[in-house]
């Protein structure tokens, strides 16, 4: 099976920056594609950024409400995915869930991190 393990999240003045990073494990799988979701209070969870693989393009996709502010890369070797996150907002206050398609043997499955909670106030 897969399993992704959030670090970065915490606390942080408005302006301020923050850098989330998710690992993903899984024997035989690619990850096809990674990236961040959010679920903020009283709200449904969404799209922050995805990136596809470099066989894929490593294109990225971002929420209006982040880009330009937030930038999301990805290790391959290493499997792991970052979202660099600057000039952050009091409305990006959520819990950050890391996310992946992952593929194995043609099949594809999709996996979520426990979360990591981001909170931004003064």
């Known amino acids: 099976q897969v399993q992704l393990v959030e670090s970065g999240g915490g606390s942080v003045q408005?302006?301020?920056?923050l850098r989330l990073s998710c690992a993903a494990s899984g024997s035989r799988f690619s990850f096809t594609t990674m990236g961040w979701y959010r679920q903020a209070p009283g709200k449904q969870r969404e799209l922050v950024a995805i990136i596809t693989s470099i066989t894929s393009g490593g294109r990225?996709?971002?929420a209006d409400s982040v880009k330009g502010?937030?930038?999301i890369s990805r290790d391959n070797a290493k499997n792991t995915v970052y979202l660099e996150m600057i000039s952050l907002k009091p409305e990006d206050t959520a819990v950050y869930y890391c996310y992946t398609k992952a593929t194995r043997w043609g099949y594809e499955y999709d996996y979520w991190g426990q979360g990591t909670q981001v909170t931004v106030s003064s």
Do not use: D, I, K, L
């Not at 408005?14 to 920056?17: E, F, L």
């Open 60 to 62: 990225s996709t971002y």
């Open 14 to 17: 408005p302006g301020g920056s």
């Open 69 to 71: 502010r937030f930038t």
